[in-house]
């Protein structure tokens, strides 16, 4: 299994850019890192996803450095709707020789006025 | 779309009752994966079945627990007998099989009571 190791809580206002590090030092090869979003009394939703370099879309930006063992989730100019848990996920889920995929512990965001 | 459904969205029944949680995936998934999530323990892969048959199954905690997936749009996941340890949310996911690891789509979720 690939561990993931992420802070427990974060704080932050409204606009403010939030970035989220997690650590994958046991990462393979034909691993992807996804991130994941949770709100109370939902399922996670899917926020991104990357295998290296950076990935931005409409709502985030992943960065992974080269050597793959750690990535951010930026989060710009965050809401009160931003308030979640932040699942960091390692894996390569179907193809084989690389980890199954696990969520975390997740990471708390809190978003204050 | 109707999104992944599950059913039903509460269950509290008692120790030693058979339960059975469903679950409709989305159209033209291929994937789909039973999570379990409690606060001890956080959300755990279960099981996940690729075109309907189980690829992994090293998740289910025990002989008591079985999945099945009889075609592409319906699955089950039974706990028979059921004990208080097994009080959890239950969530459904689906995902389309692209050779690599897709976004998962997850389902409302079944919170379970066991008395």
């Known amino acids: 299994l690939a561990k993931t190791t992420q802070p427990i809580s974060m704080d932050s206002y409204e606009g403010q850019e939030v970035n989220i590090t997690c650590s994958h030092n046991?990462?393979?090869?034909?691993?992807?890192i996804t991130w994941y979003q949770q709100f109370p009394s939902q399922g996670p939703r899917f926020i991104i996803q990357?295998?290296?370099t950076k990935v931005t879309n409409e709502v985030a930006s992943l960065f992974i450095p080269a050597d793959r063992k750690s990535s951010t989730l930026s989060l710009p100019r965050v809401s009160l709707s931003d308030t979640a848990v932040y699942y960091c996920?390692?894996?390569?889920?179907?193809?084989?020789?690389?980890?199954?995929?696990?969520f975390g512990t997740g990471t708390q965001l809190k978003v204050e006025l | 779309d109707a999104g992944v459904i599950q059913s039903p969205r509460h269950e509290v029944t008692e120790m030693g009752q058979e339960v059975t949680l469903r679950c409709k995936p989305i159209s033209g998934h291929n994937s789909l994966f039973w999570y379990r999530q409690t606060m001890m323990r956080g959300l755990e892969l279960l099981i996940y079945?690729?075109?309907?048959?189980?690829?992994?199954d090293s998740g289910m905690p025990e002989d008591r627990f079985s999945a099945k997936m009889p075609n592409a749009s319906f699955s089950t996941l039974k706990i028979q007998p059921s004990e208080p340890r097994d009080s959890a949310v239950y969530f459904c996911?689906?995902?389309?099989?692209?050779?690599?690891?897709?976004?998962?789509?997850f389902g409302p979720g079944t919170r379970l009571t066991v008395t």
């Open positions: 990357g295998y290296k």
């Open positions: 996911a689906s995902s389309r099989r692209t050779g690599e690891v897709g976004e998962q789509y």
């Open positions: 996920l390692v894996g390569d889920g179907f193809t084989g020789g690389g980890n199954k995929l696990t």
């Open positions: 046991n990462i393979a090869t034909n691993d992807y």
């Open positions: 079945f690729n075109n309907n048959v189980p690829i992994d």
